[in-house]
Protein backbone atom coordinates (compact mmCIF):
# COMPACT_ATOMS: atom_id res chain seq x y z
CA UNK A 1 0.00 0.00 0.00
CA UNK A 2 0.93 3.60 0.13
CA UNK A 3 3.57 5.02 2.57
CA UNK A 4 5.46 7.71 3.29
CA UNK A 5 8.86 8.02 5.28
CA UNK A 6 10.46 10.97 6.97
CA UNK A 7 13.46 11.45 8.64
CA UNK A 8 13.19 10.60 12.22
CA UNK A 9 13.82 13.70 14.49
CA UNK A 10 13.96 15.87 16.56
CA UNK A 11 16.21 18.03 14.54
CA UNK A 12 17.69 21.30 16.23
CA UNK A 13 19.36 23.87 14.34
CA UNK A 14 20.62 27.56 15.53
CA UNK A 15 18.30 30.28 13.94
CA UNK A 16 19.59 31.38 9.89
CA UNK A 17 20.52 27.56 9.57
CA UNK A 18 19.97 25.55 6.43
CA UNK A 19 17.06 23.59 6.97
CA UNK A 20 16.32 19.54 5.03
CA UNK A 21 13.74 17.19 6.20
CA UNK A 22 14.04 13.99 4.11
CA UNK A 23 10.37 12.80 2.86
CA UNK A 24 10.35 9.42 0.35
CA UNK A 25 7.19 7.59 -0.46
CA UNK A 26 5.89 4.86 -2.53
CA UNK A 27 2.69 4.99 -4.10
CA UNK A 28 0.76 3.76 -6.92
CA UNK A 29 0.10 6.16 -9.66
CA UNK A 30 0.52 9.88 -9.55
CA UNK A 31 0.07 11.36 -5.73
CA UNK A 32 -0.04 14.66 -4.65
CA UNK A 33 2.64 15.57 -2.10
CA UNK A 34 2.03 17.65 0.48
CA UNK A 35 3.60 18.91 3.66
CA UNK A 36 1.52 19.83 6.96
CA UNK A 37 3.35 21.89 9.94
CA UNK A 38 1.57 21.13 13.56
CA UNK A 39 2.77 23.75 15.83
CA UNK A 40 2.26 23.04 19.86
CA UNK A 41 -1.58 22.53 21.10
CA UNK A 42 -2.89 23.01 17.35
CA UNK A 43 -3.98 21.11 14.71
CA UNK A 44 -2.23 20.57 11.56
CA UNK A 45 -1.93 23.09 8.72
CA UNK A 46 -1.03 22.84 4.88
CA UNK A 47 2.60 24.27 4.35
CA UNK A 48 2.80 23.71 0.77
CA UNK A 49 1.80 21.49 -1.84
CA UNK A 50 2.67 19.94 -5.19
CA UNK A 51 0.61 18.09 -7.27
CA UNK A 52 2.71 16.03 -10.25
CA UNK A 53 6.20 15.49 -10.75
CA UNK A 54 8.55 18.17 -11.14
CA UNK A 55 6.13 20.95 -9.19
CA UNK A 56 7.70 22.86 -6.91
CA UNK A 57 5.26 23.92 -3.89
CA UNK A 58 6.47 26.82 -2.05
CA UNK A 59 5.06 28.61 1.02
CA UNK A 60 6.80 31.49 4.34
CA UNK A 61 10.37 30.49 3.03
CA UNK A 62 9.64 26.79 2.46
CA UNK A 63 10.02 24.65 -0.99
CA UNK A 64 9.64 21.28 -1.81
CA UNK A 65 10.40 19.80 -5.42
CA UNK A 66 8.11 16.40 -6.36
CA UNK A 67 10.66 13.49 -7.62
CA UNK A 68 9.45 11.16 -9.10
CA UNK A 69 12.32 9.66 -10.25
CA UNK A 70 13.35 9.70 -6.60
CA UNK A 71 9.99 9.18 -5.11
CA UNK A 72 11.10 12.09 -3.01
CA UNK A 73 9.72 15.52 -1.77
CA UNK A 74 12.42 17.03 0.58
CA UNK A 75 11.25 20.31 2.75
CA UNK A 76 13.98 22.65 2.52
CA UNK A 77 14.34 26.55 3.93
CA UNK A 78 17.44 28.98 3.52
CA UNK A 79 17.42 30.49 7.16
CA UNK A 80 15.33 29.35 9.72
CA UNK A 81 13.61 31.40 12.54
CA UNK A 82 12.68 30.23 16.25
CA UNK A 83 8.98 30.28 14.97
CA UNK A 84 9.67 27.98 12.97
CA UNK A 85 10.20 25.22 15.84
CA UNK A 86 7.30 22.91 15.30
CA UNK A 87 6.39 18.93 13.78
CA UNK A 88 6.56 19.04 10.14
CA UNK A 89 4.61 16.40 8.02
CA UNK A 90 4.65 14.27 4.90
CA UNK A 91 1.92 13.43 3.53
CA UNK A 92 0.46 11.97 -0.09
CA UNK A 93 -2.99 11.83 -1.50
CA UNK A 94 -3.73 9.24 -4.34
CA UNK A 95 -6.61 9.11 -6.08
CA UNK A 96 -9.10 11.51 -5.94
CA UNK A 97 -7.00 12.90 -2.97
CA UNK A 98 -9.51 12.05 0.00
CA UNK A 99 -7.59 9.72 1.68
CA UNK A 100 -4.37 11.08 2.75
CA UNK A 101 -1.31 9.35 4.33
CA UNK A 102 0.74 11.05 7.01
CA UNK A 103 4.34 10.08 7.54
CA UNK A 104 5.55 9.90 11.28
CA UNK A 105 6.51 13.78 11.61
CA UNK A 106 9.89 15.54 12.26
CA UNK A 107 9.91 17.95 15.42
CA UNK A 108 12.11 20.60 14.64
CA UNK A 109 13.81 22.86 17.14
CA UNK A 110 15.55 26.36 16.27
CA UNK A 111 17.42 27.99 18.88
CA UNK A 112 18.02 31.55 19.12
CA UNK B 1 -14.68 32.28 7.68
CA UNK B 2 -14.58 29.74 11.12
CA UNK B 3 -12.52 26.70 10.83
CA UNK B 4 -13.18 23.10 11.70
CA UNK B 5 -14.35 23.26 15.43
CA UNK B 6 -14.08 20.34 17.42
CA UNK B 7 -15.43 19.68 21.32
CA UNK B 8 -14.10 19.23 23.94
CA UNK B 9 -10.49 20.21 23.81
CA UNK B 10 -9.58 18.12 26.68
CA UNK B 11 -11.05 14.82 28.01
CA UNK B 12 -10.61 12.94 30.76
CA UNK B 13 -12.43 10.01 31.83
CA UNK B 14 -12.39 7.65 33.96
CA UNK B 15 -11.93 3.27 32.02
CA UNK B 16 -15.20 2.09 31.12
CA UNK B 17 -17.03 5.00 30.50
CA UNK B 18 -18.78 6.67 27.46
CA UNK B 19 -16.67 9.20 25.86
CA UNK B 20 -18.23 11.09 22.93
CA UNK B 21 -15.92 13.40 20.34
CA UNK B 22 -18.04 16.21 18.15
CA UNK B 23 -17.07 18.05 15.06
CA UNK B 24 -18.28 20.70 12.74
CA UNK B 25 -16.73 20.67 9.59
CA UNK B 26 -16.21 23.61 7.42
CA UNK B 27 -19.29 24.64 5.59
CA UNK B 28 -19.13 23.42 2.07
CA UNK B 29 -17.08 20.94 2.40
CA UNK B 30 -17.96 17.61 1.47
CA UNK B 31 -15.27 15.05 3.04
CA UNK B 32 -14.98 14.93 7.54
CA UNK B 33 -12.19 12.45 7.93
CA UNK B 34 -11.61 11.36 11.81
CA UNK B 35 -7.80 10.99 12.85
CA UNK B 36 -6.12 9.27 16.45
CA UNK B 37 -2.55 10.83 17.17
CA UNK B 38 -0.52 9.26 19.50
CA UNK B 39 3.01 9.17 19.68
CA UNK B 40 3.71 5.29 19.42
CA UNK B 41 1.98 5.24 16.11
CA UNK B 42 1.23 8.92 14.93
CA UNK B 43 -1.54 10.03 12.59
CA UNK B 44 -3.91 7.08 11.86
CA UNK B 45 -6.75 7.90 9.51
CA UNK B 46 -10.11 5.95 11.59
CA UNK B 47 -12.86 7.15 9.23
CA UNK B 48 -13.93 9.54 6.34
CA UNK B 49 -17.09 10.18 5.35
CA UNK B 50 -18.74 11.70 1.64
CA UNK B 51 -21.86 13.56 2.09
CA UNK B 52 -22.54 12.37 5.24
CA UNK B 53 -21.85 8.85 4.94
CA UNK B 54 -18.97 6.42 5.92
CA UNK B 55 -16.73 5.54 3.16
CA UNK B 56 -14.23 4.07 5.11
CA UNK B 57 -13.90 2.76 8.33
CA UNK B 58 -11.36 0.15 7.80
CA UNK B 59 -8.97 2.62 10.37
CA UNK B 60 -11.32 1.87 13.44
CA UNK B 61 -9.39 -0.12 15.84
CA UNK B 62 -12.83 -2.08 17.30
CA UNK B 63 -15.87 -2.33 17.39
CA UNK B 64 -15.84 0.36 20.94
CA UNK B 65 -15.38 2.96 18.45
CA UNK B 66 -18.36 4.25 16.48
CA UNK B 67 -18.44 7.45 14.34
CA UNK B 68 -22.16 9.14 12.72
CA UNK B 69 -22.23 12.18 10.75
CA UNK B 70 -26.26 12.92 10.93
CA UNK B 71 -25.71 15.93 8.78
CA UNK B 72 -23.49 17.97 6.67
CA UNK B 73 -22.39 20.42 9.54
CA UNK B 74 -22.17 17.54 12.68
CA UNK B 75 -20.02 14.24 13.26
CA UNK B 76 -19.53 12.37 16.82
CA UNK B 77 -17.10 9.78 17.22
CA UNK B 78 -18.04 7.58 20.07
CA UNK B 79 -15.65 5.34 22.19
CA UNK B 80 -18.04 2.50 24.98
CA UNK B 81 -16.78 1.37 26.75
CA UNK B 82 -13.29 3.51 26.76
CA UNK B 83 -10.14 1.98 27.92
CA UNK B 84 -6.73 3.30 28.80
CA UNK B 85 -4.87 3.14 25.85
CA UNK B 86 -7.49 5.29 23.89
CA UNK B 87 -5.77 7.76 25.43
CA UNK B 88 -4.69 9.92 22.48
CA UNK B 89 -5.37 13.96 20.51
CA UNK B 90 -8.33 13.06 18.24
CA UNK B 91 -8.63 15.50 15.06
CA UNK B 92 -11.31 16.49 12.66
CA UNK B 93 -10.67 17.30 9.29
CA UNK B 94 -12.49 18.59 6.25
CA UNK B 95 -12.10 18.25 2.76
CA UNK B 96 -13.28 20.24 -0.45
CA UNK B 97 -11.16 19.77 -3.53
CA UNK B 98 -11.00 15.97 -4.20
CA UNK B 99 -8.73 16.44 -6.53
CA UNK B 100 -5.74 18.04 -4.49
CA UNK B 101 -6.68 16.47 -1.17
CA UNK B 102 -6.13 19.37 0.87
CA UNK B 103 -7.14 18.44 4.58
CA UNK B 104 -8.37 21.78 7.14
CA UNK B 105 -7.68 20.42 10.25
CA UNK B 106 -9.53 21.27 13.76
CA UNK B 107 -7.36 21.82 16.83
CA UNK B 108 -8.36 18.62 18.45
CA UNK B 109 -9.56 16.47 21.36
CA UNK B 110 -7.12 15.55 23.99
CA UNK B 111 -8.45 12.40 25.04
CA UNK B 112 -7.14 10.73 29.09
CA UNK B 113 -8.46 7.60 30.06
CA UNK B 114 -7.36 6.65 33.49
Known amino acids: GDSVTQMEGPVTLSEEAFLTINCTYTATGYPSLFWYVQYPGEGLQLLLK?????DKGSNKGFEATYRKETTSFHLEKGSVQVSDSAVYFC???????????FGAGTRLFVKA | DAGVIQSPRHEVTEMGQEVTLRCKPISGHDYLFWYRQTMMRGLELLIYFNNNVPIDDSGMPEDRFSAKMPNASFSTLKIQPSEPRDSAVYFC????????????FGEGSRLTVL
Open chain 2, 93 to 104: ASSLNRNTGELF
Open chain 1, 91 to 101: ALANTGGFKTI
Open chain 1, 50 to 54: ATKAD
